[in-house]
């Protein structure tokens, strides 16, 4: 018989790190370590929200997604890995960032919720583009005002980058695409999609008209034309317009709109949530498109 050529799996973390050369792992047994101040507190919104951002940084978590973040060139902070799963990241070229190890019990009392997908990383954020370099590149947009839940936020992004949208504009109120759960529900979809602000609010959106798009507000009022009846003009450079969960559009974005559209319902349905709409309205606009 011929030799078995497979490589034979690591004995341990440590033979992995030599083996690949990486940077040495530093064993962290201290929650208040401030080697980790990035991942303190991660289910506190209120206080990543004010951490983040200004400390230009976000937090990826689970091996897929921070290796889609780092594929789309954000340059790593650090990385954070339960102990036991540290072979994850043998294969990555970790550079300067260093690698932190710990057990799942200091992983949750540094978190503050048990960390099941065992990898965290921190990375640095990019300049945001302007809204007016999102539309120059675009052919189709969704602009969302006041879309604060982090869950409908990451699922949206998931939807646009699948279905045939180019960029997303966001008002000035709108939550932050790289905060952890957006990050995750998108399955790292916000790092291939380009956004912007959309700043003044709603004023900017005469921005959108000028570089050629139809604004198209999604509202269930009932002189919203059905949105299959668009013609082609309105399809073929269209920014879609919709508003947060349960509220919707505020008056003066819907005033701001070329026209308003809707999704027809049966059985007694006023609306979808806004993720599922975005969904079914971007796979509409987009289904005569060439594969």
């Given at each position: 018989?011929?030799q078995?050529t497979?490589?034979?799996?690591?004995r341990?973390?440590?033979?992995a790190?030599?083996?690949?050369?990486?940077?040495p792992?530093?064993?962290?047994?201290?929650?208040?370590?401030?080697?980790?101040?990035?991942?303190?507190?991660?289910?506190?919104?209120?206080?990543?929200?004010?951490?983040e951002?200004p400390?230009?940084?976000?937090?990826?978590?689970?091996?897929?997604?921070?290796?889609r973040?780092?594929?789309?060139g954000?340059?790593?902070?650090?990385?954070l890995?339960d102990?036991?799963?540290?072979?994850?990241?043998?294969?990555?070229?970790?550079?300067?960032?260093p690698?932190?190890?710990a057990?799942?019990?200091?992983?949750?009392?540094?978190?503050?919720?048990?960390?099941?997908?065992?990898?965290?990383?921190?990375?640095?954020?990019?300049?945001?583009?302007?809204a007016?370099?999102?539309?120059?590149?675009?052919r189709?947009?969704?602009i969302?005002e006041?879309?604060?839940?982090?869950?409908n936020l990451?699922a949206?992004?998931r939807?646009?980058?699948?279905?045939?949208?180019?960029?997303v504009?966001?008002s000035p109120?709108?939550a932050d695409?790289l905060?952890?759960?957006s990050?995750?529900?998108?399955?790292?979809e916000?790092?291939?999609?380009?956004?912007?602000?959309?700043?003044?609010w709603p004023?900017?959106?005469?921005?959108?008209?000028?570089a050629?798009?139809?604004?198209l507000a999604?509202?269930?009022?009932p002189d919203?034309?059905?949105?299959?009846?668009l013609?082609?003009?309105q399809?073929?450079?269209?920014a879609?317009l919709?508003?947060?969960e349960?509220?919707?559009?505020?008056r003066?974005?819907?005033d701001?709109?070329?026209?308003?559209?809707?999704i027809?319902?049966?059985?007694?349905?006023?609306s979808?949530?806004?993720?599922?709409?975005?969904?079914v309205?971007?796979?509409?606009?987009s289904?005569?498109?060439?594969?």
């Amino acid at each position: 018989m011929g030799q078995n050529t497979t490589p034979s799996r690591p004995r341990s973390t440590r033979s992995a790190v030599r083996q690949n050369r990486r940077v040495p792992v530093h064993q962290i047994t201290d929650p208040d370590d401030d080697r980790i101040a990035d991942y303190r507190a991660l289910t506190d919104v209120e206080l990543r929200t004010r951490w983040e951002p200004p400390h230009g940084l976000f937090i990826a978590e689970g091996e897929l997604v921070l290796r889609r973040a780092l594929r789309a060139g954000y340059p790593a902070r650090s990385y954070l890995v339960d102990a036991k799963r540290i072979d994850q990241l043998a294969d990555l070229d970790t550079g300067d960032a260093p690698v932190y190890a710990a057990t799942q019990d200091v992983l949750q009392r540094a978190t503050g919720f048990h960390v099941h997908r065992g990898v965290l990383a921190s990375f640095h954020r990019r300049p945001l583009p302007t809204a007016a370099e999102v539309l120059a590149a675009a052919r189709r947009v969704v602009i969302l005002e006041d879309v604060n839940n982090h869950t409908n936020l990451g699922a949206i992004f998931r939807a646009v980058a699948a279905l045939g949208v180019d960029a997303v504009l966001l008002s000035p109120s709108c939550a932050d695409p790289l905060y952890r759960r957006s990050v995750r529900v998108s399955m790292g979809e916000v790092f291939a999609v380009p956004y912007a602000k959309l700043d003044p609010w709603p004023g900017a959106l005469a921005e959108v008209r000028e570089a050629g798009f139809t604004v198209l507000a999604m509202t269930p009022a009932p002189d919203a034309v059905p949105i299959q009846s668009l013609d082609a003009a309105q399809r073929a450079r269209s920014a879609l317009l919709l508003g947060a969960e349960g509220a919707g559009l505020t008056r003066a974005a819907m005033d701001a709109a070329d026209a308003r559209v809707v999704i027809p319902m049966r059985r007694g349905v006023d609306s979808l949530n806004v993720a599922a709409a975005t969904a079914v309205a971007c796979w509409e606009l987009s289904r005569d498109d060439p594969w």
